[in-house]
């Protein structure tokens, strides 16, 4: 064998070999194609209309945003932003809507004779009023007169109506500093002199034989029936023949939403 046909036989054989190792790789990239290109496309169409009209959605999300200039998406936005929180104020608006009809009806269950008072709702406390006082929505045209009883849960008592107007009044409470006057301590029966304090708070200096404890009430003498106070704690010095007695309102003032205004 000459050296010319040994050499063509070699060349011959790494003809064959490139050949088969092309094919084989063609194989392999006919197969991934279908795995991992072909394939997902077959399964969702085999999902059918609905995966067709997601992607018809899509795609015309794409455009519009493509086409729709950046300002316009960003005024979308805004505008949704603002309706979202429009909502929420909305929201928030009705649950205080609500829990005030909630604390109306339970004023409201304490009055058994509804003739006989004007439900008012409190427009100032008195950490937002001067002299310790309330400012009500109720005024002479609603039928509350100078000196008037005012109430809360038909048999606490917080003041005299001050002054009013036509739509509104203003509540001269107990325990202001202007108050010095007598009231009954109810489990003796007895008058005392007492003197607000302001913040719902009474002084009383009374002779140490009189027998006080924590949390006996305190009515008015024209309406014992009616709470002004509840005694809190007794301060008293052996040597002195005189007891001061500290008293506090039956409720916390700040809390308060309605009250009433006895005819």
């Given at each position: 064998m000459t050296h010319y046909h040994f050499d063509n036989q070699i060349q011959k054989k790494t003809h064959s070999r490139k050949k088969v190792?092309?094919?084989?790789?063609?194989?392999?990239?006919?197969i991934g194609v279908v795995i991992f290109g072909i394939a997902p496309v077959v399964r969702n169409f085999a999902r059918g209309p609905e995966w067709l009209q997601v992607q018809v959605i899509e795609t015309e999300r794409a455009i519009i945003t493509r086409l729709t200039p950046k300002a316009d998406i960003i005024a979308q936005n805004t505008d949704l932003k603002n309706q979202i929180e429009s909502y929420k104020a909305g929201l928030l608006e009705l649950q205080i809507v609500r829990d005030e009809n909630t604390k109306l009806r339970t004023e409201l269950s304490y009055i058994k004779n509804p003739s006989d008072v004007v439900v008012a709702r409190i427009l100032a406390k008195p950490s937002q009023s001067l002299y310790n006082s309330l400012v009500i929505d109720q005024g002479s045209k609603d039928g509350v007169v100078l000196g008037?009883?005012?109430?809360?849960?038909?048999?606490?008592?917080?003041?005299?109506?001050?002054?009013?107007?036509?739509?509104?009044?203003?509540?001269?409470?107990f325990s202001g500093p202007q108050f010095d006057s007598n009231l009954v301590m109810n489990n003796q029966n007895i008058t005392v002199p007492a003197k607000g304090k302001g913040g719902g708070n009474f002084e009383i200096h009374i002779p140490r034989e009189i027998v006080v404890t924590d949390g006996d009430i305190l009515g008015l003498p024209e309406h014992p029936s009616v709470a002004v106070g509840v005694v809190k704690s007794i301060i008293f010095d052996p040597r002195d023949p005189f007891q001061t007695v500290l008293a506090r309102t039956p409720l916390n003032l700040q809390e308060l939403n309605f009250v009433e205004v006895v005819k």
């Open positions: 190792l092309g094919v084989s790789f063609g194989v392999i990239v006919t008037q009883l005012v109430v809360t849960q038909g048999t606490i008592g917080l003041g005299k109506i001050s002054s009013v107007s036509a739509n509104t009044a203003t509540v001269e409470l």
